[in-house]
């Protein structure tokens, strides 16, 4: 049971990030009307078909009128500004736009479903599977404010009969994300024939390519029969940093050498995470899955980012 596409009204805030961009792609190119906010208009080839708004979301006025105007049926909430700064002002910052803009929405009538990025994070745990029916306790500012977020608005849609899917999203990479992240800085070491030096190695998380990730969402704005809750995005299972060198060494070099130098150099360092997302729920309401092996994504990222 899916929705047409066709003209359907879709807002999208933090449009310009490493998951709005493709998103707002993919909605446009199946024939949504897509509405995009961002502090910085992109130019790219399905623009035409994109309502840009350059807005600052502390800023009610500055998109109020045109997104009244535009009466989405269904906002997708991805901004977060300046990560990796999880400081108490940042995060409290944060917290206060997302909930303006929020409430802002939720008073439009058209609008009958609220997606949101969260984050692996606000499980708190370190090692083992991370389930969607956790109870999460915040560990510090981020998270804390993240939880803040879908406690008020999971209160709210229930009283509006708003349909909301919080998507909790695990370590998603690939083409376009920000230089500074794991699996980018690595490839830029090997394309100079080196290593980073990594202290914590034997550290294990759950890797997810962003296709897969836009295509869950595509999944839950199509879905007619959506419910509301948490949906975990990951593929199931966790790999090593270790083991993320290596792919990405026999991918560039077509050697292991400098992981196996690595590996030898930190051999007495500890892993103090192994986690990983519980998927099942996720794959069954939203009859989606994972499709991109870690070797291939990694081969994809790579493929772009030498294109630089």
Same mark, same amino acid.
């Given at each position: ?99 303006? +803009?929020?409430?802002? $929405? ?7 479903? *609220?997606?949101?990025?969260? /984050?692996?994070?606000? @499980? %708190? ?83 997810? +390519?962003?296709?897969? $990730? ?7 704005? *199509?879905?007619?029969?959506? /419910?509301?809750?948490? @949906? %975990? ?76």
């Amino acid at each position: 049971q899916t929705l047409s596409v066709n003209n359907l009204k879709v807002l999208i805030s933090g449009a310009s990030g490493f998951i709005g961009l493709p998103l707002v792609e993919k909605l446009s190119e199946s024939g949504c009307e897509v509405m995009a906010l961002s502090r910085t208009c992109i130019e790219t080839e399905t623009t035409s078909k994109v309502q840009w708004l350059k807005v600052d979301l502390s800023l009610l006025e500055s998109y109020r009128e045109e997104v009244k105007a535009f009466s989405p049926e269904i906002v997708v909430h991805l901004s977060w500004q300046d990560i990796p700064d999880f400081s108490f002002d940042t995060s409290i910052m944060n917290l206060n736009q997302s909930l303006e +803009f929020l409430a802002f $929405v939720l008073e439009i009538e058209s609008c009958n479903k *609220i997606l949101i990025s969260g /984050s692996c994070l606000e @499980y %708190n745990k370190a090692q083992g599977e991370c389930k969607e029916s956790d109870v999460c306790s915040p560990k510090d500012h981020f998270t804390w404010a993240k939880n803040s977020i879908y406690s008020w608005l999971s209160m709210r849609c229930a009283q509006k009969e708003v349909v909301l899917g919080w998507f909790r999203i695990f370590y998603v990479y690939g083409p376009g994300q920000r230089p500074g992240s794991l699996v980018p800085t690595i490839l830029s070491s090997l394309k100079n024939n080196e290593l980073p030096y990594l202290r914590t190695p034997k550290n294990a998380n759950d890797y997810i +390519f962003i296709d897969d $990730v836009i295509d869950a969402f595509y999944a839950a704005i *199509i879905s007619k029969k959506i /419910s509301s809750g948490i @949906y %975990n995005l990951g593929s199931g299972t966790s790999t090593t940093v270790l083991d993320i060198c290596r792919y990405a060494e026999q991918i560039i070099l077509g050697t292991d050498l400098h992981t196996q130098q690595l590996e030898r150099e930190t051999k007495n360092s500890t892993a103090d995470t192994n986690f990983w997302a519980g998927i099942d729920a996720t794959k069954k309401k939203l009859d989606w899955s994972p499709k991109i092996a870690l070797e291939s994504g990694i081969k994809r990222t790579w493929n772009d980012f030498n294109k630089l």
